[in-house]
Nanobody, 125 residues
């Protein structure tokens, strides 16, 4: 029904920036809440940021507050994660997610129905 494809990951030095993008296809994600999660090797996926369908409400995990910004462009069916002041502990696989049953931002992974394939972010020091 909905396919999500992440892009923009890569290798950067500490203090640098990256912008991740998640393009949706198959069906518009207007009115769908969107989020970013990340997963460290050997760990479960953890919440990073979420945005409501209209983009007026956003939530972040404490460790990225003030450094990361989530946004969306529904005309392009794309959600973004601008990551500034990157730290080595930000190194992880980042996943885009969409919630078909909600138009509000949520932190819980089980609120989301669709997931991208993930994109690797590596921050060196």
């Amino acid at each position: 029904q909905v396919q999500l494809v992440e892009s923009g990951g890569g290798l950067v030095q500490a203090g640098g920036s990256l912008r991740l993008a998640c393009a949706a296809s198959g069906r518009t994600f207007s009115r769908l809440a969107m989020a970013w999660f990340r997963q460290y090797p050997g760990k479960v996926r953890e919440f990073v940021a979420a945005i409501s369908w209209g983009g007026s409400s956003t939530v972040y995990t404490n460790s990225v507050q003030g450094r990361f910004t989530i946004s969306r462009d529904n005309a392009k069916n794309t959600v973004y994660l601008q990551m500034n002041s990157l730290k080595p502990e930000d190194t992880a696989v980042y996943y885009c997610a969409a919630a078909s049953g909600s138009n509000r931002a949520a932190r819980a992974a089980n609120e989301y129905d669709y997931w991208g394939q993930g994109t690797q972010v590596t921050v060196s020091s």
